[in-house]
């Protein structure tokens, strides 16, 4: 229900702004895996059965998009998705979002109106541009908080983004660090306990950003899901 009613305000609003190509970043925790004993108890389904689930979802929310507009996709794994629930003894590859990402290069293969991109850097970094302005995307886990998310990025690109989006912290933040702005998109599916325990509190939600050629970033949408 949720995504149905956010492919629909997405619709609405590029519809509205004469938005011809929608950039989709799937930046981790698609699923609700194994790393929280409490996270598996209130787990509907299990891992697999999630992951059959998100496939589904994701291509089907892509497909209507791409009937309207040019759609890129861009992905990255997050902490969620992890086999081992031992971060210490889990290969960085060892995670059910690469499977995810695999089956959506295949079940989207054929349409032509959909680009599925290479992360260039690590394959845990999105990079692209949009008009003029470079945007760099990630999950968030790897690189500490709010405040050493842009120094080790910068570090590690080797130049300075102008807009950083992260997930993992469950809540909506856009702030500044210099010439960068810091985007957190919130989380899909609301608290779940751990969450709550963490004091990562907020209403499900997603963001979409509006970008022209002349002016940069217009606008930022909060999606509400709460719905």
């Not at 995810?100 to 692209?128: Q, V």
């Not at 500490?144 to 950083?164: A, Q």
Request: glycine fraction near 6%; proline fraction near 2%; hydrophobic fraction near 40%.
């Amino acid at each position: 229900d949720r995504m149905s009613y956010l492919k629909q305000r997405v619709i609405q609003i590029a519809l509205e702004n004469d938005v011809n190509r929608i950039r989709v970043c799937c930046i981790g925790d698609i699923i609700s895996g194994l790393i929280h004993s409490t996270i598996r108890l209130e787990n509907r389904e299990n891992v697999v059965e999630q992951t059959i689930l998100a496939i589904e979802v994701i291509v089907e929310l892509l497909q209507s998009l791409s009937a309207l507009f040019k759609v890129d996709l861009y992905y990255s794994v997050g902490n969620h998705e992890r086999i081992s629930a031992n971060k210490s003894d889990s290969l960085d590859k060892e995670n059910f979002g690469y499977f995810i990402l695999y089956s959506l290069r295949y079940r989207l293969m054929d349409n032509k109106y959909i680009s599925i991109h290479d992360n260039i850097i690590d394959d845990e970094i999105i990079t692209f541009n949009v008009f003029n302005d470079k945007i760099v995307a990630t999950h968030g886990n790897n690189f500490g908080n709010l405040n050493t998310y842009i120094p080790k990025l910068t570090s590690m690109l080797g130049y300075v983004p102008d807009y950083v989006c992260v997930g993992h912290l469950h809540q909506p933040i856009e702030r500044s660090y210099g010439n960068t702005e810091l985007i957190v998109n919130p989380s899909f599916s609301g608290v779940d306990t751990y969450a709550k325990n963490m004091g990562l509190v907020g209403k499900p939600m997603q963001k979409l950003l509006l970008f022209s050629e002349e002016h940069g970033k217009e606008a930022t949408f909060n999606i509400n899901l709460d719905i």
